[in-house]
Structures are given as C-alpha cells and as structure tokens.
C-alpha cells in the first residue's frame, strides 16, 4: 500500500510508479492511491527528443499497469529526466557513473523533464509536461564523493535529489520545484480535474496543511 495521510476515502487512483517523492506529492494534495510498479525497457529511441521521451514512459508506464490490471482506473505515469544540451541523462547504474553525472552539471545549467499521464482507458490518455532549468554552483571533487558516499544520488536522474543535501549546491531553480522532485504538481492536478476525478473544492479532500 502507498504512502497515504487522507484515510477516509479509499484509494481511487492507481500510480505506476516506486518513487517514494512522489508517493509523498501526491498524499501532500490529498489524493488516494495505490501503488502497481510498472517495468519498462527506458532505453531512448534513435532520434528522440527529451520532451518526446518522458511523455512516451509516462503515458507507456500508465496503459502498460492499466492492462496488467484489468482495466481498473484509473492509473497515472510518470516520468522525469535531466536534460544537459541535447543529452538525456537518466539514473545512474553506479557510484563512478554517479560522479561523472554529477561533475558534467557542476557550475552549469540544466533542464528537467517531467511529464505525467492519465490513463482513463485504451483510448483516453492524456499527458502533460514540466520544464524547469536549475543551476548549479561549483561542485567541489570532495563535496561529490561526500554526496556519492550518502547513497541519495543512486535512485534518481542526473544523480542528485533537489529535496536532500544537493540542494546547498542548487544556486538556482526556474520553474517547478515539484517537477524536479519528480511530480510536477500543478500538471497532474490539471490532469486530474480535466478528467472530472479530482478537484480541489470537493469538500471531500481533507485539508494536509
């Protein structure tokens, strides 16, 4: 079961996706869910563009678990990747691969996307996309080791978490924070509303302030 601070509904949505940041996104506007993980081949298509690329997993990663599940809905993907130039970097598959993600963004300015998508049934996907630069200051040989050896870069793209100890080297954000956490909110709550599943005047929603 999911990361979840309103109990008096029972869960409604489906997210496909491990993430434990965005487990807590979501519980943070008050929306239900449960969790089924998705398992996809992320490997980039030839030719294919950062914008293009998250939106596919996104939107796969939701019609992959709504199939899995027999059609319940309905189920939201997400995905989020660092983009430096024209290079999509994902998550790092280990510490020296970490290291060199982490010296390619120090001193300069990068772009995360993160798209999110509604899958209400085989024909009714719908996905939004988040872009936000961040900058980087400086990043010090020995302050990278020291943010290698706490473990937080393995499970995330470019190798660093905005919400934990990286984010003292973060000289700047334009754009969602959320989104570079991982769920970009204000998109997802679109999502939702446009679907007629969600809103945030539905007296139901427990206020989490």
């Known amino acids: 079961m999911s990361e979840q601070q309103n109990t008096q509904r029972e869960p409604a949505l489906i997210l496909a996706s491990a993430s434990p940041r965005r487990h807590r996104l979501l519980a943070q506007i008050g929306i239900p869910f449960e969790v089924v993980v998705a ?7 030839p030719g294919e563009t950062p914008g293009h690329y998250v939106r596919r997993l996104a939107r796969e990663k939701a019609v992959q678990v709504m199939r899995r599940e027999d059609g319940r809905l309905p189920v939201m993907g997400a995905d989020t990747s660092v983009i430096l130039g024209r290079e999509i970097i994902g998550k790092p598959n280990d510490r020296g691969q970490a290291v060199a993600m982490l010296q390619s963004l120090s001193g300069k300015t990068h ?3 993160s798209a999110v998508a509604l ?18 200051a400086p990043l010090e040989p020995e302050w990278i080791e020291a943010y290698c050896d706490t473990g937080d870069p393995m499970d995330k793209a470019g190798a660093y978490g905005v919400q934990g100890r990286a984010a003292e080297r973060i ?25 007629g599943w969600y809103s945030w005047r539905d007296s139901s929603v427990a206020d989490l302030a």
């Open 171 to 195: 000289e700047r954000i334009e754009g969602s924070f959320f989104g570079v956490m991982g769920l970009p909110l204000y998109e997802t709550s679109l999502l939702l509303n446009n679907a």
């Open 111 to 113: 772009e995360v996307y």
């Open 39 to 45: 398992d996809l081949d992320e490997t980039v298509q």
């Open 119 to 136: 899958a209400q049934d085989e024909d009714r996907v719908e996905d939004r996309l988040n872009v936000t630069r961040v900058t980087f």
